[in-house]
């Protein structure tokens, strides 16, 4: 038996019946102080495995364990327009009726989000929800692992399974006066998460009974997808063929509501393919693969099996060419940067493209498109949009956007400092 307030036959519970809650909180507080004081070189006792890996995913991201900040905060016309399109408001009246009609004077709130952690709707208790602005838990936040930290509705789809965060267990101090249980929402059809449910609330939100009415509900708004489906209803309006190939996640070809997991190479040629609209020779295709360049052989057995997964309409030969438009995220990230909108690229800029791809043509969209979004970023001079940066994967080693952000800084503050000794550190690395 381990610390009374873990549920110790569910990982996935905070706490177990009849458990010492006040005893609990305070064992993970210091636990807490253990583990962001050592930087996670040690595990506290008394940690969940869950809670503790978010921790470390927490860490690595660069999350600041004393400020929730927002600068994509989605609001106004285009949060409406994107909430109307998303797949979650087919679920939202389920929702409603059980879960957020019984949360009006209760100091619960009921969110849901969508696929990436950003909160589409945010209701219940209108005090726990003034409460909730000063962490900014508000409809249009991201509240992903990788922007807030350790939390249940991002943890939940981090690790896609229904899970509880309970006070201190939440990464970022700011949140450690609530407590929530959370659930992924799955397409019945592909199976690919949507979104997530949310109950937040104060630390009677962390009983076992909570999250399974959390999962009942989602149990209830699958269904209603599945119905939803079954009456040839589409979840997402029908689009065409789509690639997604920014940051470490596996490469995915979207084809209205179904989403392949793609090779790196079938990703390389789609990618090149669209930079390339008046086509390719077998040969300049391959050494835009490969410095060693591929023989022709290699070449069309690759562009065989891609057309079984594209669709053979798709795909033209002599030259290797597109024969219909394809979307992309680096797309996306193009057409912000085109009309001027820093916010929007930098927000859709979710990491390198390809990373690990050594293919020349990769190579070149890849080097391009991050010195385009930094370069928008510098000329932006904003503060909020610097943080992020700064503080992704992608950004932290970014010494000039470092640098562009200690310049909007107060001199006196405390992230001024913390900003500063981030830069000398950053010095003395590149100086070895």
Not at 329 to 351: C, K, P
Not at 398 to 420: F, H, I, K, M, N
Request: some cysteine.
């Amino acid at each position: 038996m381990t610390d009374r307030g873990i549920a110790t036959t569910n990982p996935w519970m905070a706490l177990c019946p009849g458990a010492d809650v006040t005893a609990h909180a305070r064992a993970l507080l210091r636990a807490h102080g253990t583990f962001v004081s050592a930087r996670g070189r040690n595990r506290p006792d008394g940690i969940r495995p869950v809670v503790h890996e978010s921790w470390r995913r927490s860490l690595q991201s660069g999350i600041d364990p004393d400020v929730v900040e927002q600068p994509a905060l989605l609001a106004g016309r285009d949060l409406e327009e994107y909430r109307a399109t998303h797949p979650m408001s087919l679920i939202r009246p389920v929702v409603r009726k059980l879960l957020v009609e019984d949360a009006a004077d209760s100091g619960l709130l009921v969110a849901i989000t969508d696929g990436q952690g950003r909160l589409l709707w945010v209701e219940g208790d209108h005090a726990a929800r003034d409460r909730a602005l000063a962490m900014s838990f508000v409809e249009g936040a991201d509240w992903s692992e990788d922007r807030v930290g350790t939390n249940a509705p991002g943890t939940a789809l981090a690790v896609d399974h229904s899970v509880q965060i309970f006070g201190a267990e939440h990464y970022n101090r700011t949140v450690h006066d609530w407590s929530c249980s959370a659930a992924p929402v799955h397409d019945p059809t592909s199976g690919r998460i949507l979104g997530a449910i949310d109950i937040t609330g104060g630390h009677r939100v962390a009983a076992p009974e909570v999250l399974q009415l959390v999962r009942a509900t989602v149990a209830a708004a699958e269904a209603e997808l599945r119905l939803h489906a079954l009456n040839g209803l589409p979840l997402v309006p029908a689009t065409g063929p789509r690639v997604e190939v920014l940051g470490a996640g596996r490469p995915a070809l979207l084809r209205g509501r179904e989403r392949i997991g793609l090779s790196r190479r079938h990703a390389e040629i789609l990618l090149i393919l669209a930079d390339h609209p008046e086509g390719l020779s077998s040969d300049r295709l391959a050494v835009l693969l490969d410095e060693g360049e591929l023989d022709s052989v290699t070449i069309r057995a690759e562009m065989s099996r891609l057309r079984k997964v594209l669709g053979a309409e798709h795909l033209g030969s002599r030259p290797y060419r597109l024969l219909t438009d394809l979307e992309s995220d680096v797309a996306d990230v193009r057409r912000a940067l085109d009309r001027g909108d820093a916010a929007t690229a930098v927000r859709l800029y979710a990491g390198e493209v390809l990373p690990g791809s050594t293919a020349p043509g990769i190579e070149e969209i890849r080097d391009e498109l991050r010195s385009k979004v930094q370069a928008a970023l510098l000329r932006s001079g904003d503060e909020h949009l610097l943080a992020r940066w700064t503080s992704s994967a992608h950004g932290r080693d970014d010494l000039t956007a470092w640098s562009a952000y200690l310049a909007t800084l107060d001199p006196g503050s405390p992230r001024y400092a913390q900003v500063e000794a981030m830069m000398t550190r950053l010095d003395r690395q590149l100086a070895t």
